[in-house]
C-alpha cells in the first residue's frame, strides 16, 4: 500500500516514517509539512493511504480529508480526542491519538490493509456510519430506502424506521456506492433495490411515492438500465 505522511510536526512526521519502514505491506511515497502541500502532491501522485495531523496551518487535516479521493484511507493522528466524533462523520478508518506507539500503528494500518484487501477483490464494505444525536449509528446500506435532504439535515428512511442525521445530502452521497444509490431529485437519494415502479414524475418504493426530477431524470434512467 502507497502511503503519505501529513503534518507540520517534523517528530510526529519522522516517527510515522519510521513505523512505515518496518511494516512490510507499506510502502513511502513522500511527506508533507501542511496540507495546501498534500493536495499539491495528491494531484501527481494519489496514495492508498494518508497518515494526517488534524491541527496545521492554513488547511486542516479536517478539510483535506474531505477534498481527496474516496478510495484512498485516511488515519488521523491527533493529540486532541475531540476531533473524534468529527473524524469519523467523514468515513476515515481510523484516529489514533498522539503520541503514537507502534503497536497502535500496527493495528490501523492492518485495518487499512484489510480495507484495501476486500475493495481489491471486490468485497465492498456495506455499511455506513451517520451521527445522529450525541453518537455514531451504523446502518447497512441495503436497509436504507431512501434518503431526503431537509435543510441542514437529511433524513434516513430505514426498512425499520427513519433517522435524522445533520449532514448535507451531497455528503452522504459522497460515502454510498454509487453502483446502489442514485440522485432522483435535488432532495433525494434512493436505493436502486428498493424501487418497485417508476412513472414520470416519481420512484415507488414500498408504495411509497419519491420525487423524480427533470434535471436528474435522464441520468437517473440512464443508471436504471443498466442496473
Known amino acids: 500500500m502507497n502511503c503519505l505522511i501529513v503534518d507540520d510536526d517534523r517528530s510526529s512526521a519522522k516517527l510515522i516514517e519510521n513505523y512505515v519502514s518496518k511494516t512490510n505491506f507499506l510502502h513511502l511515497s513522500g511527506i508533507c509539512g501542511d496540507a495546501m502541500e498534500a493536495m499539491r502532491f495528491l494531484?501527481?501522485?494519489p496514495v492508498d493511504l494518508i497518515f494526517l495531523d488534524i491541527e496545521m496551518p492554513k488547511m486542516s487535516g479536517l478539510d483535506l480529508a474531505q477534498s481527496v479521493s474516496k478510495l484512498t484511507q485516511i488515519v488521523f493522528m491527533s493529540a486532541q480526542a475531540s476531533y473524534a466524533v468529527k473524524a469519523f462523520?467523514?468515513?476515515?478508518?481510523?484516529?489514533?491519538?498522539?503520541?503514537?506507539?507502534?503497536?497502535?500503528?500496527?493495528?490501523?494500518?492492518?485495518?487499512?490493509?484489510?480495507?484495501?484487501?476486500?475493495?481489491?477483490?471486490?468485497?465492498e464494505k456495506d455499511f455506513i456510519f451517520v451521527k445522529t444525536d450525541h453518537h455514531l449509528l451504523k446502518i447497512k446500506y441495503n436497509d436504507i430506502r431512501w434518503i431526503e435532504a431537509m435543510s441542514d439535515y437529511v433524513m434516513i428512511y430505514t426498512s425499520t424506521g427513519r433517522h435524522i442525521v445533520l449532514s448535507s445530502l451531497k455528503a452522504i452521497e459522497e460515502k454510498l456506492p454509487v453502483k446502489?444509490?442514485?440522485?432522483?431529485?435535488?432532495?433525494?437519494?434512493?436505493?436502486?433495490?428498493?424501487?418497485?415502479?417508476?412513472?414520470?414524475?416519481?420512484?415507488?418504493?414500498?408504495?411509497?411515492?419519491?420525487?423524480?426530477g427533470k434535471t436528474f431524470k435522464l441520468k437517473f434512467m440512464q443508471v436504471v438500465r443498466t442496473f
Not at 100 to 106: D, E, M, P, T
Not at 115 to 120: G, T, V
Open 180 to 212: 446502489q444509490f442514485v440522485r432522483s431529485h435535488r432532495s433525494f437519494i434512493v436505493n436502486l433495490d428498493k424501487i418497485t415502479a417508476i412513472d414520470d414524475s416519481s420512484v415507488i418504493i414500498d408504495e411509497k411515492s419519491v420525487p423524480l
Open 43 to 45: 494531484k501527481k501522485q
Open 89 to 123: 462523520e467523514i468515513d476515515v478508518t481510523d484516529y489514533i491519538h498522539k503520541p503514537v506507539s507502534y503497536q497502535r500503528f500496527l493495528d490501523s494500518v492492518q485495518r487499512a490493509k484489510k480495507h484495501y484487501d476486500a475493495r481489491e477483490n471486490g468485497e
